[in-house]
């Protein structure tokens, strides 16, 4: 019984752990995940790295990214951080 009320306190701080850390964490991810995923050519977007640009053209694993005056810079569909306005 004593053993049970030693570990108690360490199952409850996991517990406690898991939702305030974890679980919020995994749903931000499965947000991004999904919205890389429906990532389509028009789209206006930001990069992780503060590149703001229009999607020029999308395979399965790269996005072809309109800046400026034309310039065209290709990057990984995971470098997109998120989609400012979608194309409609």
Known sequence: M???????PLVLMFV???FLLIRPQQKRQRAVQQMQANLKKG????TIGGL??????IDEDKVVIRAGDGTRLTYDRSAVREVVAENK
């Not at 789209?43 to 930001?46: F, Q, W």
């Not at 703001?52 to 053209?57: E, K, Q, W, Y």
């Open 16 to 18: 406690i752990f898991y």
């Open 52 to 57: 703001h640009g229009i999607i020029d053209s």
């Open 2 to 8: 004593a053993t049970v009320m030693n570990l108690l």
């Open 43 to 46: 789209d206006k977007i930001v």
